[in-house]
């Protein structure tokens, strides 16, 4: 089975541009969930989406956004880029409602801000 | 809010040595802990996770962790470690709010 995929690998934007990641969850998997790993820090918690609905947030500023379309997959958008936003961004996928939710992650789109 | 803490930041260690990885879990809420790994250059991957039932779970590629609530511990062990675990490893558990909280990670560097 393919595992959560990913787009792209890598992107370097400059300060004040736009960006949208792209994630596809693992087939059967309903949740995706959004990750920013930043260099020598665990991965922070960003959004997650279930069945389409914001299901949580983390503490990121309006400037990040997301979506979930029918097929599952997932957008991440980022406006008005800041050098801070450099970092690793993570999409996991799980199948909420099975009382041992496990989220299962992609290889993530390394992002440069300059 | 629930928290996870990860004691060492990096731990050197030779081949064949044992390895013991701490992680401590704040006090509330569903006990849900998981353990993954990300080798250089690749993705997250699971190493093991515990919900209920034996505190003593086996994982991939020779990994164990084990339970113990009285100390809010779920340490990661493996009896001999090998070159190829040489990778950083995170401790994660859900908040109330089904966010999944990463630890800071800890980074093993096995010397051949």
């Known amino acids: 089975d393919a595992g959560v995929t990913q787009s792209p690998t890598h992107l370097i934007k400059t300060r004040g541009q736009q960006v949208t990641l792209r994630c596809s969850p693992i087939?059967?998997?309903?949740?995706v969930s959004w990750y920013q790993q930043v260099l020598g820090q665990g991965p922070q918690f960003i959004f997650q989406?279930?069945?389409?609905?914001?299901?949580g947030r983390g503490n990121f500023p309006d400037r990040f956004s997301a979506r979930q379309f029918p097929n599952y997959s997932s957008e991440l958008n980022v406006n008005a880029l800041l050098l801070g936003d450099s970092a690793l961004y993570l999409c996991?996928?799980?199948?909420?409602?099975?009382?041992?939710?496990?989220?299962?992650f992609g290889p993530g789109t390394r992002l440069l801000v300059l | 809010a629930q928290s996870v803490s990860q004691h060492n930041h990096h731990v050197i260690l030779s081949e064949a040595a044992s390895l013991e990885l701490g992680c401590n879990y704040s006090?509330?809420?569903?006990?849900?802990l998981f353990w993954y790994v990300q080798y250089p250059g690749q993705h997250l991957q699971l190493l093991l996770k515990?919900?209920?039932?034996?505190?003593l779970v086996k994982g991939i590629k020779g990994f164990e962790a084990e339970f113990i609530k009285s100390k809010f511990s779920f340490n990661l062990r493996k009896p001999s470690v090998q070159w190829s675990d040489t990778a950083e490893y995170f401790c994660?558990?859900?908040?109330?709010?089904?966010?999944?909280?990463f630890g800071q990670g800890t980074e093993l560097s096995v010397k051949p």
């Open positions: 996991a996928s799980s199948r909420p409602g099975t009382g041992e939710e496990t989220q299962y």
């Open positions: 087939s059967g998997h309903k949740s």
């Open positions: 989406y279930y069945e389409k609905e914001e299901r």
């Open positions: 006090y509330g809420g569903t006990v849900n």
């Open positions: 515990y919900f209920s039932g034996d505190p």
């Open positions: 994660a558990r859900y908040n109330q709010g089904g966010k999944l909280i």
